[in-house]
């Protein structure tokens, strides 16, 4: 028989197979020997107590064969030929899962990329982190797979209203990603390891009779009467389909400005912005475990917190155990931070972003405090002016080749500048500056009220030790770029689709993979 089993165990009992199967013979009063094996449905953590437990989720096999677990099946079909097409622009998870889904629909996607294959990304990353050169084209945000290949990994949503999430993991799985995805409560891929799965993905569309192009920047979108019918890139080329895909990521500006420039309506919206901080691990695993040394049979531990100051959202962002800050600059003279983390979560430093909410009135007073630009309350592109001030700031602060301003944690609560740094994960560099000088007010003294706050609830973490490394601003895009709730549509633009974080519908990997799908589907349907 089968049975669904739920067992709350010590780190190293549930890291033992024969341990778990003594626990489930315990639990159902069987011999051992008639368990033939389990599989795990859900995992998790619970390091509430001093003493952490693993929680496990599993389908016991009793006096019956053990059987796989069974993943989902994909009909990617042949589309060299298919009478329909579509052009998506921009190959990040909401433009692959979108070609995916077409296939599967019997349509052909043509996949545009500003940027480089995973391969040849590489250099240009570690140009940047070497000698401070950023490519506007290949960077940690533009190339193949976009930023979620070389941000992290994380592949946990809160948005299961739009899409299968369980379909999306399988996919990954399907591409190469470890089987513990589809139950750990926390599933990650690690940065070493998503150039793989998004060669295999790419490699899949190609063999499908897709195409797959790279360097190709859409500067143009050929539209008549409304009704959009392909693009121009900036080579010269154009590319005709019947209907566009816009997947282009938070960090497209020149397709901001270009909708903004031919009155293709655009909206502002609120975002968040401030700052990575950066501990050593074992004191977020000593905390966070309530031990002096984590056990080998416990991940790196992280945290999450949100909380209200003054009226202000603060909140975690995009916490990576065992990771680095990198840089996520796209063009030069602006300064950008973003954390990821290998597969093994293995480096000797935990970093989140720490962010403030921001809305149109913030961003319109810090405008007029600075009194250097001029720009309407109700431009759609106010907050995306705002990003790119507070970002110019950092980098000017920082002293050039993307070195960033930095400040240790008490002394940023204390509003004192730091006199020396610890070592840190970002290598480019850091310089020791006080950071009212980078961030606006509302957002510096936020974070400094929030630092304190949450340095009683989390033993350790108030530290100098700890260091801030400005600026975390990309947490999701300034613009939405609206669309029909039943076509998905713009609502001036026949077949012109807006999808997933650029367009203001998606907030990471899993979430833009679905929006990218639930694109492509109301495309097969509006085509039949």
Known sequence: MQKKIMLKLLPSEAANNNTVEEYIAKAEAVSIETITGYTILKKSIDARSKQPWINLTL???????????????FD??????????????GA??????????????????????????????????????????????????FGEGGAGTYSDGKLYTR???????????????HFGADEKILYEAHPHIGTNKLPQIITAIREKITACGGDFLFEKKVTDFIINNNQITGVTTEDGNSFIGNAVILATGHSARDIFYLLHDKKILIESKPFALGVRVEHPQSLIDNSQYHCDVRSEYLPPASYSWAQQVDGKGVFSFCMCPGGIIAPAATSPGELVVNGWSPSKRNNPYANSGIVVTVNAEDAFNTFKQQQSKTINQNSPLLM??????VEKRAFDTGGGKFVAPAQRLIDFA????SSSLPNCSYLPGINSVNLNEVLPNFIFKSLQQAFKDYGKKMKGYFTNEAVIVATESRTSSPIRIPRDTDTLQHPQIKNLYPCAEGAGYAGGIISAAMDGERVAKQIELIFN
């Not at 052909?108 to 070497?130: F, H, Q, S, T, W």
């Not at 995306?384 to 001030?389: N, V």
């Not at 204390?414 to 500048?417: E, I, Q, V, Y």
């Open 384 to 389: 995306l002016e705002f990003q790119k001030l």
């Open 159 to 173: 948005s299961s209203k739009r899409g299968d999430i369980n379909r999306i993991l399988n996919l990954f799985v």
């Open 76 to 89: 990617f079909k042949d589309v060299t030929s298919a009478n329909k097409k579509v052009i998506i622009v």
């Open 92 to 141: 990040g998870p909401a433009g692959l899962f979108a070609a995916l889904q077409l296939i599967e629909d019997g349509i052909k996607p043509i996949l545009l990329e500003r940027g480089k294959d995973v391969k040849a990304r590489r250099r240009d990353l570690a140009l940047l982190n070497k000698e401070g050169i950023v490519n506007p084209e290949s960077n940690y945000c």
């Open 59 to 73: 389908l016991a096999y009793i006096n019956e064969p053990f059987q796989d677990r069974e993943l989902l099946k």
């Open 414 to 417: 204390t509003n004192k500048t």
